[in-house]
């Protein structure tokens, strides 16, 4: 009795699994996320390479985060160690059977979740194996982005992304129907049906690039009205308080939240520092391992950074790994040709930072001593000036708005240098 309960669970599962996918053809809520309701997810994260165990546990962890700003609650994660991946099921057979033994015994699981892109051939047999949804780390984010798109252009790009993404994944999606139509007699209309949706979606991709032009030449114009102001941009990592700073500087009301792309639509305050004005914007943050679909997708947004007189490059010092969060976002500027502008690199989040490396026993001096030496790595490290804030605590915030009112004011004096400004 238990085997058969177990089998009609399977069964259950696997016929829910099609349309539980929200990137399903034929599924009229596609863009707008994973379900709303917790779904309950396995995290599998493979260590190959020159990946090490404490690299992998922090993107583990990175996934996790993910997973909740999506809606999805961990029960486990998996790892193993592997020269390379798998080709067929990403993992080894002995992995793949843990995985599967413990999917059987937790009922509540609907998903698992790998922390590398899979082909469309790894989904359908892993799907097949463990009959749940199967889905990847470039899955998960464009789900998010789904979720989160606002305006036209968000939802543009996004749904440009998920079918650039899907492309090279239809046979994955259309195996259910191979097995429900039977083998035998049927393999030709399969076929037909995956080349008549890749037609429909490569003229999906190509009308949604057009409207992304016309946004595009839409922004240009706005920006253009915008031309005499000098531009500030906020960029950095996902989470380290982007939006928050925006708010603080701005005096506006930039929903701001602890996940993981809370921003997605670039928005723009005008700021006014005593009598000097200047634009500020707040771009959608950075990731790694972002999916490249994405990122040409979301180059429009990133404009504003590229076309911006000066960069707030936020960093969540507080993070064990803020340095290759600063990499990250180094390397994405330097894609988008943004990386020469003049740079302000804002610590972020330093309650957080002293609340978890500042022990009750050290005297002021000691960490004064600590701040002096973490200030001259990060002089010999990165390129520009520097200021340690808290924006939630507002902690030295003055200091911040002084080190932009001398940046802005120095690209206006090299914009116009024959107009007197007293500021």
């Given at each position: 009795?238990?085997?058969?309960?177990?089998?009609?669970?399977?069964?259950?599962?696997?016929?829910?699994?099609?349309?539980?996918?929200?990137?399903?053809?034929?599924?009229?809520?596609?863009?707008?996320?994973?379900?709303?309701?917790?779904?309950?997810?396995?995290?599998?994260?493979?260590?190959?390479?020159?990946?090490?165990?404490?690299?992998?546990?922090?993107?583990?962890?990175?996934?996790?985060?993910?997973?909740?700003?999506?809606?999805?609650?961990?029960?486990?994660?998996?790892?193993?160690?592997?020269?390379?991946?798998?080709?067929?099921?990403?993992?080894?057979?002995?992995?793949?059977?843990?995985?599967?033994?413990?999917?059987?015994?937790?009922e509540d699981i609907s998903m698992v979740i790998f922390d590398d892109d899979?082909?469309?051939?790894?989904?359908?047999?892993?799907?097949?194996?463990?009959?749940?949804?199967?889905?990847?780390?470039?899955?998960?984010?464009?789900?998010?982005?789904?979720?989160?798109?606002?305006?036209?252009?968000?939802?543009?790009?996004?749904?440009?992304?998920?079918?650039?993404?899907?492309?090279?994944?239809?046979?994955?999606?259309?195996?259910?129907?191979?097995?429900?139509?039977?083998?035998?007699?049927?393999?030709?209309?399969?076929?037909?049906?995956?080349?008549?949706?890749?037609?429909?979606?490569?003229?999906?991709?190509?009308?949604?690039?057009?409207?992304?032009?016309?946004?595009?030449?839409?922004?240009?114009?706005?920006?253009?009205?915008?031309?005499?102001?000098?531009?500030?941009?906020?960029?950095?990592?996902?989470?380290?308080?982007?939006?928050?700073?925006?708010?603080?500087?701005?005096?506006?009301?930039?929903?701001?939240?602890?996940?993981?792309?809370?921003?997605?639509?670039?928005?723009?305050?005008?700021?006014?520092?005593?009598?000097?004005?200047?634009?500020?914007?707040?771009?959608?943050?950075?990731?790694?391992?972002?999916?490249?679909?994405?990122?040409?997708?979301?180059?429009?947004?990133?404009?504003?950074?590229?076309?911006?007189?000066?960069?707030?490059?936020?960093?969540?010092?507080?993070?064990?790994?803020?340095?290759?969060?600063?990499?990250?976002?180094q390397k994405t500027l330097k894609d988008l040709g943004a990386i020469d502008?003049?740079?302000?690199?804002?610590f972020n989040k330093m309650d957080l930072y002293r609340e978890r490396y500042?022990?009750?026993?050290?005297?002021?001096?000691?960490?004064?001593?600590?701040?002096?030496?973490?200030?001259?790595?990060?002089?010999?490290?990165?390129?520009?000036?520097?200021?340690?804030?808290?924006?939630?605590?507002?902690?030295?915030?003055?200091?911040?708005?002084?080190?932009?009112?001398?940046?802005?004011?120095?690209?206006?004096?090299?914009?116009?240098?024959?107009?007197?400004?007293?500021?």
């Amino acid at each position: 009795m238990k085997n058969q309960s177990r089998d009609s669970l399977r069964k259950k599962k696997s016929t829910n699994n099609q349309e539980n996918y929200n990137w399903n053809l034929g599924d009229k809520n596609r863009g707008k996320g994973l379900n709303k309701g917790t779904e309950y997810a396995i995290l599998v994260g493979v260590i190959h390479g020159m990946e090490t165990e404490e690299r992998v546990k922090e993107y583990m962890d990175e996934l996790e985060f993910l997973a909740m700003t999506a809606g999805a609650k961990t029960l486990k994660r998996f790892t193993q160690k592997l020269k390379n991946p798998d080709r067929r099921t990403f993992v080894g057979k002995g992995k793949l059977q843990e995985i599967l033994e413990y999917v059987e015994s937790h009922e509540d699981i609907s998903m698992v979740i790998f922390d590398d892109d899979l082909t469309g051939k790894q989904v359908g047999i892993l799907e097949e194996a463990l009959k749940v949804k199967i889905i990847d780390r470039s899955t998960l984010i464009l789900d998010i982005f789904a979720s989160r798109a606002q305006t036209s252009q968000a939802k543009t790009q996004v749904e440009l992304a998920q079918m650039q993404y899907l492309l090279p994944r239809l046979r994955g999606l259309w195996t259910h129907l191979e097995r429900q139509r039977g083998g035998i007699g049927m393999r030709g209309p399969g076929e037909k049906e995956i080349e008549t949706d890749r037609r429909i979606i490569r003229d999906k991709i190509s009308k949604l690039k057009d409207k992304l032009k016309t946004i595009d030449q839409q922004n240009m114009t706005r920006r253009k009205t915008r031309g005499q102001m000098i531009r500030v941009a906020l960029v950095g990592y996902t989470n380290v308080g982007k939006s928050t700073i925006m708010n603080l500087l701005s005096k506006s009301e930039v929903f701001a939240e602890d996940k993981l792309f809370a921003t997605l639509d670039t928005t723009v305050r005008k700021v006014v520092f005593e009598t000097m004005p200047f634009l500020m914007s707040d771009t959608v943050g950075f990731i790694r391992k972002l999916p490249h679909h994405l990122v040409e997708s979301f180059k429009s947004t990133l404009d504003e950074a590229k076309e911006s007189d000066i960069l707030l490059h936020v960093v969540d010092i507080a993070h064990p790994q803020y340095e290759d969060q600063i990499n990250t976002v180094q390397k994405t500027l330097k894609d988008l040709g943004a990386i020469d502008k003049p740079t302000l690199f804002v610590f972020n989040k330093m309650d957080l930072y002293r609340e978890r490396y500042f022990d009750d026993f050290l005297d002021e001096n000691t960490k004064t001593e600590i701040l002096a030496e973490l200030t001259d790595k990060l002089k010999t490290h990165y390129e520009g000036d520097h200021v340690f804030v808290s924006a939630i605590k507002k902690e030295n915030i003055e200091e911040l708005k002084d080190k932009i009112k001398r940046l802005v004011k120095e690209q206006y004096v090299v914009r116009y240098p024959y107009q007197a400004k007293k500021w």
